[in-house]
Every structure is written in C-alpha cells, then in structure tokens.
C-alpha cells in the first residue's frame, strides 16, 4: 500500500502481481499457438494436414459417386396383414434383398431395380396370401368337428376361392366376398336362396367398366349353388355400388352385353368401309361411321290361312259316297184276289210322248218308256268330300336382327401434281363418288326395303395436326439430356477434385512435386549454360550472355554484369547446379 502525493492510496503490489499474472497467461497462450503454428509449418506437420485433406477430398468424391447413385426404393407390397409382412421380410432377409418400410410402415420397399424379381420369388413362395383362406382350409380337419363347423369351413373356403379369383383380375388390388347360405330345408315354401356381397378395392387410377362388373356377378353366381345374379351386389373401396347397372336394368333398356354387340356391328361395319375404300383413295384419306338400329325383340307368330274354294277337275277328293234305292210295284190294282196276282195284259197301243232337248229329254224319255202300268219310286243319294286348301305356318324372329343401318363416309380430295410439280388437292369426279358409293353399299349390306341410308361426301380435310415438336424439345430427349447432363457433371467435379485438389495433395505428401521442381529447374540451367556455351564468343568478351533466357539488345556492360552476377547466386544457392553446367560444358567441349 502506497500514499500519492494527491493524498490518495494505490496497491501497487496487487496491481503487479495481476499484470505478472495476465502477461503469463497470454504468453502462455502465444507460446501455444506459436507450438502449433511451428508444428503446422515443420514438414511433419505439415504432410499431418495434406493427408487429412487428402482423406477430406476423397470422403467428398466418395460421398457425390454415392449420392449420384443413389438407390430409388419401389412399393414391393403394401396393405398387408402382420403374418405376411413377417413372412416376407424373413424371406428378403433370406434372399439379401434390402428393404425398408414406408412411413407409417403400411408398405414395404425394396430397391427399384429388384421389385419384379422379388415379387416372383415371393410369389413362388405362396407370399403374400392375403388373409383368404382356401381349401386348403379343408385338409387339416380334425376328428369330432361337428357339423356347424364344418360347413362354417366350407363357406370360408368357398369364400376365399372366390377372392382370389377376382384378385387375379388386373384393376383390382383386393376383394372380400360374405356369402349368405341358407340352411337347406326339405319344405319347398320355407326354402331360401343364398346371397353374395362382394367388396373389391381397385388399384389407383383404374376402374371397372359394367361389362366387367358383370363378369364378376355371373362369375359369383356360378360358383354358389342356387345363386341368382340378382343376388350379388358390388362395391368398390369408395362406397359405390357397381352391381345396380348389371341387375337392375330397366325392361326398356339394353343390357351391357346388347350394347357390346351393337357396338362391336357399328366397328366391324365401319371397318369393313374403310378398308375396301382405302386402297382407292390412300390411308388416312377416308373417314367413316355407322349407327346401327338393332331389334333384340324376341317375336313368334303362328298363322292358318285357308285358299278359295277350288273347281272340281283341280280340287283333291278326300272322300266319295254315293246311295241309290229303288221301289216298284205292278199296274194291277183292285181287290186284292186271284186277278191282282195275275201278270197283266200287254197293251194294245203304245204310248208315245215327245222328245225333249238335252239331259232333261233323255231323262224324259226314260220316264216315257217305261210303261204307264209300272208304277214305283227311286232315291239316288251322292256325297263328295274334298281336301280343305289350309296352310300353318309357325314364325319365331331372332333376337338382334338389323332394323336399319345408317352409314356416313366421308372422303378427302385426292392429292395430284401439276405442271409445276407441285401438290395440288382436287375433288373427285361423279363417277369416281358413285364407284365408292356402290363400294361401301355392297360393304355395309345396303337393303332399300329396310330403308338404310347412306351418305359419300368428298371434302377437303382439315390438316391442323399440332406441329412435330423439334428433337431438343421432345420430352423423352429432354430426360435424356438431364441423365447425361447428370454423369457429365459428375464426372467433371470427380477429374476437378483429382486433378486440382487430390493429386497435388498426394504429391506434396509424398514430395513428388520437390523433385519434378528441382529437375525442371535444372533442365533449365543445363538450357541455359547450353544456349550460353553456344552464344559465348571468346574473340568478345564482353558479349552478353543471357543466362535468364530474357533476350534484349540493351548495355551490353550492364547486362553482362548482370548475367554475372545472376550466375554468382546460382553458385551460392545450389553449387551443384553450377557444377552440373560447367560439367556440361566440359563434356560438350
């Protein structure tokens, strides 16, 4: 503790003493850093850095190679249940397949050039099952299983079957099937029918059209005994139902198969237009479309008609009867006695009468010459029966028989070339539409009677196809580019860091570059005492030569003496530079 001349009172030894400390430590610190930049500078330390930056840039070309080839993972299988995604993990694990999960871990993926690889080989395994169960079901039963739990089997089994044969379609991913069997009962009143539900779950972006959904109805219908296709309903992951369009059709309305047919008429039709009218007017040059009107009424029609009654010479006789009965009885008349059982007297004169013109004479005639003392009668019946002229006729329509066709083709101009040489379109003659319009008649079945129509316009077409895009805009080429773009970068950056950065690393390292700087400089100095030797001219001695390699006409003193002194600090730092020169000229002389 000291005392001011101001009065006031400082600790000089404290302050001292902090001072001592303070210095210490910074010269400590100094001390420490002038230890590692001593060490980072001495050649020990300093190969220490080159190879931790060597080992730097290789961890870094190594890490771009890595992630330019990077492996893209693929969905294997997803929506799986925990017994068949233990089982196919053991199986990838047993095959070396790397793999991971998805977020959430609902899907399972594997590297993108192995997906379809690995699918067939789990495939091969029975993997993955998917949870349905199939006849399988049925081989392992065991003894006193009772009669419940046998049909309880049955229908699981059944049930998966069927599963798995609608999964075997292509748009759908996954199908759960519920079958309602009734219990069989021996009175026909109290029998029930059995019902299907079907619920499929279709891949993303596909969908069913009705023709399908109704494969799968029929398909169901036929596998259970007794099931209606009215009785099977679909629906798809989202709620919707698909089967109300294949068994609820409305009685005026034509069923999915109906209008495959009228379509598949429409497209056999037009494409039998197009094909004969195409090598006339060349491919691409004729367009056609057909509307076909379609009666799929079933009709039946029985008729009996009967023909006007026919002369006898052209009529056929079915049957012929005829009857004839006479009585006749003797002139004499009186009391019957001896005199009436007597003959009578012939006449004395005869009695004539007249003749009488055609049949009615003749009978007349007869009747006249029969004695007028006969006196008898006589029935004469005939009946004639003729064939009746009937006709039956029994009539049954089938279905889908063609009502009317409706066809429109139309035609482009034909294409010639003119006195110039140059394109011109020009539109076809009379003759040339009436020979198409024969052509696509006898192709369509034209028939007047059913009043089908048709229609042949020539027309120029419209050509506003978008333009070929270049070959650098198309996408496939654009995605080319950026692979190529890809590797060519890579491999820019991977020559860059060893030949920039890597290699002179290594060198120093391994002081490679001391010695090719070294023996470069001494190529130098021998180029140089060489060009000395043959430019020194002894007659002039005060000729400059210039050692440096820089030529200039200049003070031949100054520049000589500069030459000498140049030559003086080569021999100071490196004699054996110096001495290797003179041994050159030695040799040379």
């Known amino acids: 503790m000291a005392v001011a001349a101001d009065g006031t009172m400082t600790n000089d030894g404290n302050t001292s003493a902090t001072e001592g400390a303070v210095s210490g430590d910074t010269s400590s610190q100094e001390a420490r850093r002038s230890g590692v930049a ?5 050649p020990q330390g300093r190969r220490v850095l080159l190879m931790v930056a060597a080992a730097a840039v290789i961890a870094l070309m190594i890490g771009i190679w890595m992630w330019s080839q990077k492996t893209e993972y693929r969905v294997l299988f997803s929506n799986f249940s925990d017994r068949d995604g233990g089982a196919i993990v053991a199986s990838l694990q047993q095959m070396n397949v790397p793999y991971k999960y998805s977020e959430g871990g609902s899907a399972i993926l594997v590297p993108e050039t192995m997906v379809h690889d690995a699918r067939l080989k789990l495939a091969a395994q029975g993997l993955p099952k998917g949870g349905n169960v199939g006849f399988e079901l049925m081989e392992n039963q065991k003894l006193g299983v009772s009669q419940f739990l046998e049909q309880v089997n049955f229908q699981r089994a059944l049930e998966g079957e069927l599963a798995r044969s609608i999964q075997s379609l292509s748009a759908v991913q ?27 779950s279709l891949y993303p972006g596909r969908m069913l059209d009705p023709q ?17 296709p009215k009785a099977v309903t679909i629906v798809d992951q989202n709620g919707n139902l698909l089967s109300d369009t294949t068994t609820k059709q409305p009685g005026n309305s034509l069923d999915p198969t109906q209008l495959k047919y009228v379509q598949d008429l429409q497209q056999d039709i037009v494409k039998r237009v197009e094909s004969i009218i195409a090598p006339i007017v060349g491919n691409g040059n004729v367009r056609a479309e057909a509307t076909a009107d379609v009666d799929f009424s079933r009709s039946e029609q029985a008729a009996e008609t009967f023909k006007p009654n026919q002369t006898a010479d052209t009529a056929a006789v079915r049957s012929k009867q005829s009857s004839e009965s006479q009585n006749g009885s003797s002139s004499t008349s009186g009391v019957p006695g001896a005199l009436t059982n007597q003959p009578p007297a012939p006449a004395t004169a005869p009695i004539t009468n007249p003749p009488v013109a055609g049949a009615a004479a003749g009978a007349a005639g007869a009747a006249a010459a029969t004695p007028a003392t006969t006196n008898g009668t006589s029935h004469k019946d005939a009946t004639i029966n003729y064939e009746v002229d009937k006709t039956v006729r029994y009539v049954q329509q ?27 379109m020009k539109p076809l003659t009379e003759a040339e539409r009436g020979q198409i319009a024969d052509l696509v008649k006898e192709a369509m079945g034209y028939n007047k009677d059913r009043g089908d129509s048709l229609n042949v316009v020539n027309t120029q077409f419209n050509s506003d196809a978008e333009p070929e895009l270049p070959l650098w805009k198309q996408p496939d080429m654009i995605q080319l580019a950026k692979e190529i773009g890809k590797y060519v970068l890579l491999a820019a950056v991977l020559l860059y860091l060893y030949f920039g950065v890597l290699r002179p690393i290594i060198w120093k390292i391994t002081g490679k570059e001391e010695k090719e700087a070294q023996a470069r400089a001494e190529a130098e100095a021998a180029e140089a005492a060489a060009n000395a030797a043959a430019m020194y001219d002894p007659d002039n001695p005060d000729a400059v030569v210039n050692l440096s390699g820089e030529g200039g006409e200049i003070d ?20 054996k530079l110096v001495a290797s020169i003179i041994k050159t000229w030695v040799n040379n002389e």
């Open 398 to 424: 089938p279905m889908g028989g063609v009502k009317r066709l409706t066809v429109a083709v139309v035609v482009n101009y034909k294409r010639t070339v003119d006195q110039t040489g140059k394109v011109v």
């Open 212 to 228: 399908q959904v109704s494969a799968i109805v029929h398909l169901v219908a036929s596998s259970v005994p007794e099931l209606s």
């Open 38 to 42: 001593g060490y980072a500078q001495s």
């Open 174 to 200: 996954a199908a759960r099937i519920h079958l309602a069997l009734p219990k069989a009962s021996v009175f026909v009143r109290d029998q029930q029918k059995p019902t299907a539900s079907v619920i499929l």
């Open 556 to 575: 031949e003193r100054a520049a000589y003496k500069a030459n000498l002194e140049t030559a003086k600090q080569w021999a100071k730092n490196d004699p």
